[in-house]
């Protein structure tokens, strides 16, 4: 596809060494050339080649005298279009100055995500593969980032669109019952039963899909952990043994955390947000009240809590007022050290159900804690970890089409041709939704309006 303008737009964050613009369309070597001034003319060099040059704005003033230039021309380049990347000393000058000239010799800013969408639409990467260039570059944790490269490699893509096809191939065979009800032509189709066979199989393959959703948002979105309890019982201790570095401030004196501390961390394959909390008891400080009032609002937002307490003290008392959800609260019995003897199994047992002993002071319990967690975690989300996992976008595509393919199925077995092909026609539009085949403008920029300028 030829688009009629030539787009730039800074590729690189102010503040860094180098400031690298990057120019797409037609016009893109032209424009350049109009700035960029090397040995050789900018057009003349060998395709992804990065040559030395002097940089000069609209005017012909100075910008850069030392500024590397390449193009890489259509169709091997990201764009799929003639492409050109000036790199020039970072600063956020250089960078405005050789944007104005750009636009002075008729490119023009490229919208958010601009030059991924060419890439698209000149089926340089399919819809999901595009998708997975914004997931890479907000990647937050190692899982999201590998989630992002398996998407981005395009197996998932391919499968996509092989089901797509075959969906295509379902609708053809019920849409020519429909275009000749007439002939006699039975011969040439499947039977019914077959197409029902085609269709369950199709439906296995895409629940298998749909499965993997709970683990995709874990890996592409993490949880949070909240460590709760009362005061003085290790909860911050806890937090720093699971970082393996002193985060958080402890000492022998109850209500010492106030603020609610943040960190990552992964544990058993799931990106963490652990938050430690302030104690929670009857005070008559009002920070610490305040700090309080922050472990509650964590309490409520978190995905998992760990309720720590004084192993050498009562439990009872430490329960708190808190309602803790059973399916998101693991209860802890911290300090195990104190007690007069080890306890017979980790995990015990005790009025709320299971108990995790652990010792802050030497990391002792945290495996069995972590395992917990995992189990919990990974519990039902149906798809083996190593796996490739669908987005909350795809999800919703699949099962939508799902829904489409079920309801075919009975339409079959009546024979009833014409509301079974607009079962599989709506299943088609939402399969083909995902990798982007026949997909409206509409859709189209609500994906690309998430991206960065410049990518
Ligand atoms: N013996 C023993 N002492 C511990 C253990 N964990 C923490 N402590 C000690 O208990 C005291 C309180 O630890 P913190 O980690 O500050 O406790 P906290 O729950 O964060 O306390 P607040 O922030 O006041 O709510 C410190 O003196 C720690 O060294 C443990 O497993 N065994
Ligand atoms: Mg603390």
Not at 213 to 223: A, D, P, S
Not at 312 to 332: F, H, M, R, T, W
Request: proline content about 4%; some cysteine; overall charge negative.
């Amino acid at each position: 596809m030829a688009f009629e303008d030539t787009i730039c737009a800074p590729a690189s964050a102010p503040g860094g060494a180098l400031a690298i613009i990057r120019i797409s369309g037609a016009e893109a070597v032209a424009a350049a050339s109009a700035l960029w001034r090397g040995r050789r003319p900018l057009a003349e060099l060998p395709a992804r080649y990065l040559a030395l040059g002097t940089l000069y704005g609209a005017d012909d003033t100075l910008i850069d005298r030392s500024c590397l230039a390449v193009r890489m021309p259509e169709p091997h380049s990201y764009t799929g279009e003639d492409l050109v990347e000036l790199h020039c000393h970072g600063g956020a000058l250089t960078m405005h100055l050789a944007l104005q000239g750009l636009l002075s010799h008729g490119c023009r800013m490229a919208e958010p995500g601009e030059f991924t969408k060419r890439a698209f639409l000149n089926g340089k990467l399919d819809l999901s593969q595009a998708e997975a260039v914004a997931d890479l570059i907000s990647a937050g944790s190692a899982q999201a980032l590998k989630l992002a490269n398996i998407q981005l490699e395009g197996s998932f893509g391919r499968q996509i669109k092989q089901e797509y096809e075959q969906i295509i191939q379902i609708l053809t065979e019920i849409e020519s019952r429909l275009d000749f009800p007439e002939e006699d032509l039975e011969l040439d189709w499947l039977s019914p039963q077959q197409l029902q066979n085609n269709i369950a199989a199709l439906l296995l393959r895409l629940e298998k899909l749909l499965a993997s959703r709970r683990r995709g948002e874990i890996m592409r979105q993490g949880l949070n952990l909240a460590i709760a309890g009362p005061p003085n019982v290790g909860k911050s201790s806890l937090l720093n043994v699971i970082l393996g570095q002193e985060r958080a401030i402890v000492s022998e004196i109850p209500g010492t955390t106030r603020d609610s501390i943040e960190a990552s961390v992964s544990l058993r394959g799931i990106p963490i947000r652990l938050i430690d909390t302030a104690g929670l008891r009857h005070s008559g400080d009002a920070i610490e009240r305040i700090g309080m009032q922050h472990s509650r609002t964590n309490l409520a937002r978190a995905d998992l809590i760990f309720w720590v307490m004084d192993a050498s003290q009562p439990l009872a008392e430490q329960l708190g007022n808190e309602e803790l959800p059973p399916d998101k609260v693991i209860y802890v019995a911290n300090k195990m050290d104190r007690l007069p003897e080890a306890p017979k199994s980790n995990p015990g047992d005790f009025s709320r159900g299971k108990l995790f002993y652990t010792c802050a002071l030497d990391g002792s319990g945290l495996e069995r804690l972590y395992d917990e967690l995992g189990a919990r975690v990974w519990q039902g989300t149906g798809s083996e970890s190593g796996e490739f996992c669908v987005s909350a976008r795809h999800a919703d595509c699949l099962q939508k089409a799902i829904a489409e393919l079920q309801a075919a199925l009975p339409m079959i077995e009546d024979q009833a041709w014409e509301l079974a092909a607009a079962n599989m026609q709506q299943a088609m539009v939402q399969i083909g939704e995902i990798i982007g085949e026949n997909v409206s403008d509409r859709i189209l920029d609500a994906i690309f309006a998430k991206f960065c300028i410049g990518k």
